[in-house]
């Protein structure tokens, strides 16, 4: 079975440049998670969908940051102007049931953004 | 301080050892989970304790909970150079500590 893939694995970007990336959830996974990991910090919830719905956003950053899920399947999380600040390792999860009491996570590789 | 938070940052060892790191916590929790980075690859998940579990193990891993105290720890025994990597605790609100970066030389 696959796992979580990630496109791009690594985006070099300039500041003010607009970038997507895009995760493939484990096919059958209606939730789909976005987290990120700024450079030497702790690894942050972005956002949370059930199906093509946004369950939770409450931890997107600002409104430079685009989260979609058309259809419920693979979801891009676009950041347009790019920022200095945005560089990090953007981490996608799939899980087959909500919530995070006792439900595993299964983690992308994660897309490593670097914004000049 | 950081919810999750992890010590030591930093840990490095010799093969054959054992590796124990540190997790704090602030709110209450339902259960603790622990992950596992390795360079250049995604999330691993390695074991969940609940809340009303002391000790669990799995494998080389020990995990322990502390709810009076709010901590948690995990034991990584007869490390190998495989076990290099960063590991995290979760909390369930999913909440990331900000990880101990674990060097395990051959």
């Known amino acids: 079975e696959a796992g979580v893939t990630q496109f791009p694995s690594h985006s070099v970007i300039e500041k003010g440049q607009t970038v997507t990336l895009r995760c493939d959830p484990i096919s059958g996974h209606d939730n789909l998670y976005w987290y990120r990991r700024v450079m030497g910090k702790e690894i942050k919830f972005l956002l949370h969908?059930?199906?093509?719905?946004?369950?939770?956003e409450s931890g997107m950053p600002n409104n430079r940051f685009l989260a979609e899920r058309t259809g419920g399947t693979y979801s891009t999380l676009k950041v347009q102007p790019a920022e200095l600040e945005d560089s990090g390792v953007y981490f996608c999860?799939?899980?087959?049931?909500?919530?995070?009491?006792?439900?595993?996570?299964?983690f992308g590789p994660g897309t490593r953004l670097t914004v000049l | 301080s950081q919810q999750g938070e992890e010590d030591p940052q930093a840990l490095s060892i010799q093969e054959g050892e054992n590796a124990t790191m540190n997790c704090s916590y602030k709110t209450s929790i339902n259960n603790l989970q622990w992950y596992r980075q390795n360079s250049g690859r995604g999330l691993v998940h390695l074991i969940l304790?609940?809340?009303?579990?002391r000790e669990k193990h799995s494998g080389r891993l020990r995990v322990t909970l502390d709810t009076s105290k709010k901590s948690s720890s995990l034991l990584i025994t007869a490390s190998r150079a495989a076990d290099t990597a960063s590991y995290f605790c979760v909390d369930n609100d999913m909440r990331f500590g900000a990880g101990t970066r674990l060097t395990v030389k051959p």
């Open positions: 969908f059930v199906k093509e719905s946004k369950q939770d």
């Open positions: 999860a799939s899980s087959l049931r909500a919530g995070w009491v006792y439900n595993e996570q299964f």
């Open positions: 304790i609940r809340s009303n579990e």
